[in-house]
T-cell receptor, first 113, second 114 residues
Framework: DTGVSQNPRHKITKRGQNVTFRCDPISEHNRLYWYRQTLGQGPEFLTYFQNEAQLEKSRLLSDRFSAERPKGSFSTLEIQRTEQGDSAMYLC???????????FGQGTRLTVV | AQSVTQLDSHVSVSEGTPVLLRCNYSSSYSPSLFWYVQHPNKGLQLLLKYTSAATLVKGINGFEAEFKKSETSFHLTKPSAHMSDAAEYFCVVSDQDNDYKLSFGAGTTVTVRA
């Protein structure tokens, strides 16, 4: 068990470009969460999965954001037509079941220039 | 609906003195409560968790927290602060009403003076 893995760790992109992040959860963890964290703030919920099913997407999230978890294993988060306001740390977490503690990855820091 | 309020945005302590980080929550159901720590440029690490067992919970690095239902609080304490405790701390609530999604407080920054 190597923990939750996120790639890449850092991403710098030009405004208007698309980016995709990957999260590999702890094996056998059926819950997977995506959060976003900006400087000085607590993590903000984006979306989450129970196995391969996406259960909810934050209403604060624009249609430019999409996430998938094919086969209930790894997950990807894509941001289309990036904007400077998308610059943040994107965190992925997984848990064995609902209500259990979640384990977080190191995050992907996105900078949109 | 669940929510978390961390009562102090910043706490400064001297090395070797006690640390108290205050957290109040609201939840319609019996919640699960967690404290996470985030060191600069690092990921979130679980310090401890409360999931309806003992109300006094012991975690890593000498931290502990007490669940008080009557006060809807889950304060984090440590008897003696160490320089390595300087970090951001987050109180988190999870309950059935919100399908066990994690709701974070705004965080408390701890600085430790030598």
């Amino acid at each position: 068990d190597t923990g939750v893995s996120q790639n890449p760790r850092h991403k710098i992109t030009k405004r208007g470009q698309n980016v995709t992040f990957r999260c590999d959860p702890i094996s056998e963890h059926n819950r997977l969460y995506w959060y976003r964290q900006t400087l000085g703030q607590g993590p903000e919920f984006l979306t989450y999965f129970q196995n391969e099913a996406q259960l909810e997407k934050s209403r604060l999230l624009s249609d430019r954001f999409s996430a998938e978890r094919p086969k209930g294993s790894f997950s990807t988060l894509e941001i289309q037509r990036t904007e400077q306001g998308d610059s943040a740390m994107y965190l992925c977490a997984s848990s064995f079941r609902q209500g259990a503690e979640a384990f977080f990855g190191q995050g992907t820091r996105l900078t949109v220039v | 609906a669940q929510s978390v309020t961390q009562l102090d945005s910043h706490v400064s302590v001297s090395e070797g003195t006690p640390v108290l980080l205050r957290c109040n929550y609201s939840s319609s159901y019996s919640p699960s409560l967690f404290w996470y720590v985030q060191h600069p440029n690092k990921g979130l690490q679980l310090l401890l968790k409360y999931t309806s067992a003992a109300t006094l919970v012991k975690g890593i690095n000498g931290f502990e927290a007490e669940f008080k239902k009557s006060e809807t609080s889950f304060h984090l304490t440590k008897p003696s602060a160490h320089m390595s405790d300087a970090a951001e701390y987050f109180c988190v609530v999870s309950d059935q009403d919100n399908d066990y999604k994690l709701s974070f407080g705004a965080g408390t920054t701890v600085t430790v003076r030598a």
